[in-house]
């Protein structure tokens, strides 16, 4: 079975510029989720999908950031201007359905100097 | 607010040295308690989910286990491919609730 897909796998941007990010989840995977990392932290949750559906958004910066799962199935985050503060590994995860276990993908990892 | 510690944030252990990790969490209501193991470079491997006080799973060298505060991962006779760090997480039972992950303990296994 193959597992969620992400890409790029690096990013290195300046600040103020935009950046996207993409996510194939496992198939049949209804659920779907954007974690953001930062280096020696845990993922915190950016925003969940349930199919096409937004399920929870509450800690995503929606003054910079943007998400979207138009076919509920691959899904893209978009960052539009970056800061500083957004270096950090982002990560997509995927679940059968809402509260089962989540499986995660590789990662991207993002730069902003 | 759900919360979750992990300690100790770094553990050094010789080959063979069996150890444990702790995770503390506060949780209203306990759906489910998470360890995922994550490699430098990659994204977290889902290792084990836990349901309710008393509940043991087992995969090779590793054993997690949960009390009604904690979840403790015990490591026996670790070998230098176990070195990683390894992250707990939790789910609450109302509603949707989304998973709440520790910073992780980072485990070194030297030879």
């Known amino acids: 079975e193959a597992g969620v897909a992400q890409s790029p796998r690096y990013k290195i941007i300046e600040k103020r510029q935009s950046v996207a990010f993409w996510c194939n989840p496992i198939?049949?995977?209804?659920?779907l989720y954007w974690y953001q990392q930062i280096l020696g932290q845990g993922p915190k949750l950016l925003i969940q999908?349930?199919?096409?559906?937004?399920?929870?958004d509450s800690q995503l910066p929606k003054d910079r950031f943007s998400a979207e799962r138009l076919k509920g199935v691959d899904s893209t985050l978009k960052i539009q201007p970056a800061k500083l503060e957004d270096s950090a590994v982002y990560l997509c995860?995927?679940?059968?359905?809402?509260?089962?276990?989540?499986?995660f993908g590789p990662g991207t990892r993002l730069l902003v100097l | 607010e759900d919360q979750v510690t992990q300690s100790p944030e770094a553990l050094r252990l010789q080959e063979g040295e069996s150890s444990s990790l702790n995770c503390s969490y506060t949780?209203?209501?306990?759906?489910?308690l998470f360890w995922y193991r994550q490699d430098p470079g990659k994204g977290p491997e889902f290792l084990f989910t836990?349901?309710?006080a008393g509940e043991e799973k087992e995969k090779e060298r590793l054993k997690a286990t949960l009390t009604k505060k904690e979840s403790f991962l015990h490591i026996t006779a670790p070998k230098p491919e176990d070195s990683a760090t390894y992250l707990c997480?939790?789910?609450?039972?109302?509603?949707?609730?989304?998973?709440?992950f520790g910073k992780g303990t980072r485990l070194s296994v030297i030879a």
């Open positions: 198939s049949g995977h209804a659920t």
């Open positions: 999908f349930q199919n096409n559906g937004v399920v929870d």
């Open positions: 997480a939790v789910q609450g039972s109302s509603g949707n609730t989304p998973l709440v």
């Open positions: 995860a995927s679940s059968l359905w809402a509260g089962e276990t989540q499986y």
């Open positions: 949780v209203s209501g306990l759906r489910g």
């Open positions: 836990l349901y309710s």
